[in-house]
């Protein structure tokens, strides 16, 4: 199953939000209709927003004809524009823009049709990327796991957050299909429950067998030696290796410190943002508050209760074991380990 | 509003599993009906089923007649077996029934309503003690607080969870009555929600400043520097100063510990088990799969996927800067502090 595809001139995709009861899709050639998309998690996960962005720009592109051609470059540009908005932390989706960016930018503003399919076949090479650079993380990333080994892992950085396989549950199906994985304990990961509600979907397509805990139990199972270690995705990093991913991620990095647990995080080199130094600046995203006091369709908290929910957090560097990318496995001081990565500097604009 | 109130032969509660939505009582006279509300979480809070189990003897007594003195004895130990199965981790439980133990070993099997009127004292000055315990605690507490001070708690020990104003909450109300209180933030407390549910309304009805945050996000505020301390309630303390307390608390300890932010205890010293020498043999009460997976009214996680979901942890003595009893404050090393308390050696049983 895959969460997106392109199939003649419009995008398919799965709509997350109605998971794990409906496997309902959704197919558009509205480029507002993907961004809302984006918006309301229905397409999620840093490298699929990325994705899903790049050909949102090219079906924006595909509704322009010949007799529009002056006005094409304003349109796609507050078409970027758009997407840009829809969601804050992920950088992979400003990666992905900017390279449509380039595309547009490059534009000698000849022919339409010329332009569409430079933007279409970007964002299909940007998706081919993405299943590529998934494989080559997981193939990295097992390598680091103990035979017989029980991950915990958070959120749900697997195949409907990405192209491909899953970057953290890449690794986790990987080792499974190479008879090293014991067990793999999922955070439900409130309030959003992609845990519950996608991770565990997966690992059940996949057959996997697999634990669900509420996030408060992770804590539980490293103190009983349960874990051997935590695997998590990432939203943005920065070039010091903090990590900015789902919030719960901190807690779980600092418990796993306290535990004597690695603590890895699964990441395409898009991840990576190279204008950001340390993660202080990675801009947050608060979400509302109706998703804590009312997400599942019952109130659960009294009127007007004060809420405070960031969809992220940021783990520094010095929790972080390794950060395993498609190009490798960086290790502390990741300072000069991601300086020497070959990360296309889409991103600086 | 009183959790529960006895009234013309009654037992008179709130239905705790419906607040915030409802505030719903329920009036009765049949034991089975309260083991029930127990089981269910109707009434809950260590302190409160305690007392309600109390109650709940005095009611099965009162169910007798004359004509049934022979019978008397059998029937409330196996009223007594039923309420000490209701739930397996707080302790207060059990004292509070092996109080009406005693009063039921102390009986000539003479006078019924003398045994009825025995009974029901007991269970009286139990819930009145518990309400003095309270107040001590509360007035003990707060005066490990600095001025100005923001408090995290989780789940609720506050006035629904006990016969009084509460422990741990029952701190923080009193730290906002003497104008030291600047915030409250509360984890929701995953599955059931007592901190969204119970904590939230409370602080509502308190009129006090109070945030509500997923569990996830505890630790993020800890990093901001946003928590001075964190007071938690106790479902069990063993000798060594080891705490049992609803799930989460030991991953608050640990994320506490690592912040360098005080994390106290609060508890009445019904709830200090004699019997335990350390933490490792309190039993931990396991929930239904269904409170995780559709404790919303709604399913959120895929069907038959494996559920861990403990009610409890126990936070090893390490962690905790002090447990606040109506005794006293008690410091590290816990193990000769908690020895010279007068405890009630009814647990001893």
Redesign the interface.
């Known amino acids: 199953m895959k969460p997106l595809e392109w199939i003649d001139g419009r995008l398919k995709f799965l709509d997350q939000t109605k998971l794990?009861?409906e496997e309902s899709f959704c197919e558009t050639d509205d480029v507002v209709f993907i961004a809302d998309a984006i918006k309301r998690l229905a397409i999620r996960g840093a490298p699929l927003i990325g994705i899903a962005a790049a050909y949102g720009v090219a079906l924006a592109s595909l509704s322009l004809n010949r007799s529009m051609i002056k006005d094409a470059r304003p349109h796609l540009l507050s078409v970027l524009d758009l997407l840009s908005s829809t969601r804050p932390t992920a950088v992979n989706l400003f990666w992905a823009l900017e390279r449509q960016r380039r595309v547009l930018d490059a534009w000698q503003s000849d022919s339409i049709t010329g332009l569409q399919d430079n933007l279409l076949n970007e964002a299909k090479l940007i998706h081919q990327e993405d299943v590529e650079m998934c494989e080559r993380i997981s193939s990295i990333g097992v390598e680091l796991l103990p035979n017989d080994c029980s991950i915990l892992t958070h959120c749900n950085a697997g195949a409907l957050a990405t192209g491909g396989r899953g970057t953290a549950v890449g690794i986790i199906t990987k080792a499974w299909e190479l008879g090293r994985l014991k067990h793999v304990?999922m955070d439900?990961?409130?309030?959003l429950?992609q845990g519950?509600?996608l991770t565990?979907?997966e690992m059940?397509q996949a057959k996997i067998?697999?634990?669900?805990?509420?996030?408060?139990?992770?804590?539980?199972?490293m103190?009983q030696r349960k874990i051997d270690a935590v695997i998590v995705g990432a939203d943005r990093i920065a070039m010091n290796g903090d990590v900015a991913n789902?919030?719960?991620t901190?807690?779980l990095a600092?418990?796993a410190k306290?535990h004597g647990i690695p603590f890895y995080v699964a990441a395409p080199v898009s991840t990576i943002d190279v204008r950001m130094g340390t993660g202080k600046d990675i801009p947050i995203e608060e979400r509302d508050a109706r998703e804590?006091?009312e997400?599942?369709?019952?109130?659960?908290?009294?009127?007007?209760?004060?809420?405070?929910?960031?969809a992220f957090?940021?783990t520094p560097h010095e929790f972080i074991t390794a950060i395993v990318t498609d190009q490798g496995v960086h290790r502390p001081p990741f300072s000069a380990s991601l300086k020497r990565l070959n990360v296309r500097r889409e991103h600086a604009g």
Chains 1, 2 share one sequence.
């Open positions: 794990p009861l304990y439900e990961t409130r309030p429950l519950a509600r565990a979907w059940k067998p697999a634990t669900l805990i509420v996030d408060n139990t992770a804590a539980v199972l103190q789902k919030v719960g901190y807690s600092v418990l306290h804590v006091t997400s599942f369709g019952k109130r659960t908290a009294p009127e007007s209760v004060h809420v405070y929910s960031p957090d940021v």
